[in-house]
């Protein structure tokens, strides 16, 4: 039947409505297999930039069903390949990334992550098969599109400096040049079968705040002997949760948040030093590199009007994420023809951050998120989350949607 399908496609000059049905058929296809690599991938799940055997394996698999396709190293386990289709010059690029995370799964199933506190929680097994599974399908209905598919399946997504950074420095958009780049993340808040899309800023940047704020230790009943950096610190973190949090000093999207304090004192001894540990966030530029600048000020000036002093630290992380206008739409309008606009949704803002933000400061870029819960099935836990799964049903539109999301893309090459 299938061979009658592709046979009509020549005759009838490849529709619209015929390729979107191809592409669906060829989804279905693949699905069990598609669930066996990811299972595969999930019990297997390797660390940020440790991704050795997890690159060979996605390797293995394109070599061996994707006829014609050519593959090269980036980024120490990164891979690029390369899709040919029907003549053409334009280029596209899709991502998957490949790193697990240090987290001890506690999912009762038969591809339970084999490493001891190394999970795939994060779904980027998922992002992995279905990049496959689009390969596959691209792979197969080359004869029916122009241009070039680039599939980057880079490292480290989950740790600084990003995967991405390192990706596009050895050249994935540029050898070749990607018009557009496009990747799809699990969300399980959707429902399988179901999309969501945003135009513009849609993730934040992220940066982790190191304080170190100094004082004078001594003997906790010895008031006046001792500066308590412990002091310092509390009036540190209000001063900074009123000046961002509660009095916003603007109305763009921000968060300033500490999550680790330590001071290494005990009921009566004060320490030399208190450390503190935080993250900033926002979705613009100019108002993160003034922030920084706020933090630093704030903080030293409380230190020394205190009789301490501080050591600021900033990490600059991951840059916002920017969907463009134009890859977005074309995105979503492949999405609502591809599953019906009825399952595709808008997303709100999200303070999480995402490396892909370096791949949308350089290209046209679209993120959107695939649907992976499932309610009545119990599927409904959280990504970074020890119990985190998905519908399996979920790889069989993540893979057939991105095929046709690339198609779409490619038209007129």
């Known amino acids: 039947m299938q061979g009658r399908f592709i046979s009509s496609l020549r005759i009838y000059t490849h529709s619209q409505v015929e390729i979107t049905e191809l592409i669906r058929t060829l989804a279905a296809k693949h699905l069990a297999e598609i669930i066996a690599i990811r299972r595969h991938l999930h019990s297997e799940p390797e660390l940020s930039f440790k991704e050795f055997k ?12 994707v006829p014609g396709i050519t593959i090269r190293k980036a980024a120490g386990t990164g891979l690029i390949a390369c899709i040919t289709g029907n003549g053409g010059s334009k280029v596209i690029a899709l991502r998957a990334d490949m790193d697990a995370l240090p987290i ?9 992550s084999k490493n001891q506190n190394i999970m795939h929680a994060c779904g980027h097994d998922v992002h992995m098969a279905s990049l496959l599974g689009t390969a596959m399908i691209l792979g197969e209905i080359k004869e029916h599109w122009k241009g070039v598919v680039e599939l980057i399946f880079q ?3 989950e740790r600084l400096p990003g995967g991405a950074s390192m990706m596009i420095n050895e050249g994935a958009l540029n050898d070749p040049a990607p018009e557009y780049i496009f990747a ?8 399988a079968g179901k999309t969501g899309f945003r135009k513009g800023a849609y993730m934040a940047s992220c940066d982790e705040i190191y304080l170190t704020i100094g ?3 001594g003997h906790a009943a010895m008031r006046g002997t001792y500066i308590n950096p412990i002091l310092i610190a509390s009036r540190v973190l209000l001063a900074l949760e009123e000046k961002f949090m509660l009095k916003p000093l603007n109305s763009i999207p921000t968060v300033l948040s500490f999550g680790n304090i330590q001071g290494n004192g005990a009921t009566n001894v004060i320490p030399q030093e208190v450390k503190l540990e935080g993250t900033f966030r926002t979705m613009n530029e100019e108002w993160r590199n003034e922030a920084h600048r706020i933090i630093n000020d704030t903080v030293c000036l409380i230190a020394g009007e205190m009789g301490g002093n501080c050591l600021v630290r900033i990490e600059k992380g991951y840059p916002a994420l920017v969907n463009d206008d134009k ?12 599953l019906g606009k009825e399952n595709v949704t808008d997303l709100e ?3 999480t951050s995402e490396d892909f933000s370096f791949y949308s400061q350089v290209k046209p870029a679209c993120f959107y998120r695939l649907g992976t819960g499932n309610k009545a099935k119990g599927i409904v ?7 985190f799964n998905i519908d399996e049903n979920a790889l069989e539109t993540g893979m057939g949607l991105m095929a046709y999301i690339a198609f779409s893309s490619l038209r007129g090459s």
Not at 184 to 191: G, K, T, W
Not at 381 to 387: A, E
Request: avoid cysteine; charged fraction near 25%.
């Open 54 to 65: 997890t690159s060979e394996y996605v390797r293995h698999i394109l070599l061996e069903k």
């Open 215 to 217: 004082g004078k230790g």
């Open 155 to 157: 490292p480290g997504e």
């Open 104 to 112: 001890s799964e506690q999912n009762d199933v038969s591809y339970k």
């Open 327 to 338: 890859a977005t739409g074309i995105a979503r309008h492949a999405a609502e023809i591809y």
């Open 381 to 387: 836990s959280g990504v970074h989350t020890p119990t």
């Open 184 to 191: 799809q993340h699990v969300f399980p808040p959707l429902e």
């Open 349 to 351: 803002k999200s303070m």
